[in-house]
C-alpha cells in the first residue's frame, strides 16, 4: 500500500515564524502536491511538483514556497506565518506511470496566532 | 475556468438506507477523470470511486455507485445499505486528463444514524 506521512498532525506557530511542513511518500511517485482544506471551500492546490526539484504554482501559491531536493520530499513552506494561513495542510502523491489516484497524508492542522 | 460543485454541504440518512450525494463540473475539455474521496472524522483522505470521462458505463464499487451524465456535467455518488462507517466528508473532485492536478468541490458532510 501507498503511504504518505506528514512530519506534524497539529501545529501551533506565531505570526512571522518561518514554518516548514514536511511530506514523505514510499511508493516512488513522480507527482507530489500540497493542499489546504477550508471549511466550505474544500481543497485548494497551493503547489505540485512532477519531478525532483521541479514546482509550480497551484492556484493559491502566495505566501507559500516548496521544496523537493529529493523524490520521496516534499517540503511547503510558509516564509513569514500569517493568521490567514492557519488551516488544514494536505499531502498527496501520484504515480506518473500506471495511477491516476491521488493518495494522501493523514494532514497537519496548523494553527498561527 | 474548470469549476466543480456540490450543493449539499450536510446531509444525513439512516443506516441501511441509501443516499445521493450530488456534484456537478464545468469544463470544456473531453479527456478527463471525476472523482469521489471520502475524508472520515479521523482525517485521511481516501478514494472512494473514479470514473474515466470516456466510459459510458457507470463505475461502480461495492455499495457506491456513481451516475455519470457528461452532457449535463453531472457526477453524484450513491451509497447502498448506508453503515455507521460511511459517517465523513465526501468531495468531489475532477482531473483534466493531461495533468495531475485535481479540482475540488466544496464538500459534503454525511452522517449515518442509527
Known amino acids: 500500500d501507498v503511504k504518505v506521512t506528514q512530519s506534524s498532525r497539529y501545529l501551533v506557530k506565531r505570526t512571522g515564524e518561518k514554518v516548514f511542513l514536511e511530506c514523505v511518500q514510499d511508493?516512488?511517485?513522480?507527482?507530489m502536491f500540497w493542499y489546504r482544506q477550508d471549511p466550505g471551500l474544500g481543497l485548494r492546490l497551493i503547489y505540485f511538483?512532477?519531478?525532483?526539484?521541479?514546482?509550480e504554482k497551484g492556484d493559491i501559491p502566495e505566501g507559500y514556497s516548496v521544496s523537493r531536493e529529493k523524490k520521496e520530499r516534499f517540503s511547503l513552506i510558509l516564509e513569514s506565518a500569517s493568521t490567514n494561513q492557519t488551516s488544514m495542510y494536505l499531502c498527496a502523491s501520484l504515480s506518473g506511470r500506471d495511477s491516476d489516484t491521488q493518495y494522501f497524508g493523514p494532514g497537519t492542522r496548523l494553527t498561527v496566532l | 475556468a474548470q469549476t466543480v460543485t456540490q450543493s449539499q454541504p450536510e446531509m444525513s440518512v439512516q443506516e441501511a438506507e441509501t443516499v445521493t450525494l450530488s456534484c456537478t463540473y464545468d469544463?470544456?475539455?473531453?479527456?478527463?477523470?471525476l472523482f469521489w474521496y471520502k475524508q472520515p472524522p479521523s482525517r485521511q483522505m481516501i478514494l472512494v470511486i473514479r470514473?474515466?470521462?470516456?466510459?459510458?458505463q457507470n463505475a461502480t464499487e461495492n455499495r457506491f455507485s456513481v451516475n455519470f451524465q457528461k452532457a449535463a456535467k453531472s457526477f453524484s455518488l450513491k451509497i447502498s445499505d448506508s453503515q455507521l462507517g460511511d459517517t465523513a466528508m465526501y468531495f468531489c473532485a475532477f482531473r483534466p486528463g493531461n495533468t495531475g492536478k485535481l479540482i475540488f468541490g466544496q464538500g459534503t458532510t454525511l452522517q449515518v444514524k442509527p
Open positions: 470514473q474515466e470521462a470516456y466510459k459510458q
Open positions: 469544463t470544456s475539455e473531453s479527456n478527463y477523470y
Open positions: 511538483s512532477y519531478d525532483v526539484k521541479m514546482k
Open positions: 511508493m516512488d511517485h513522480e507527482n
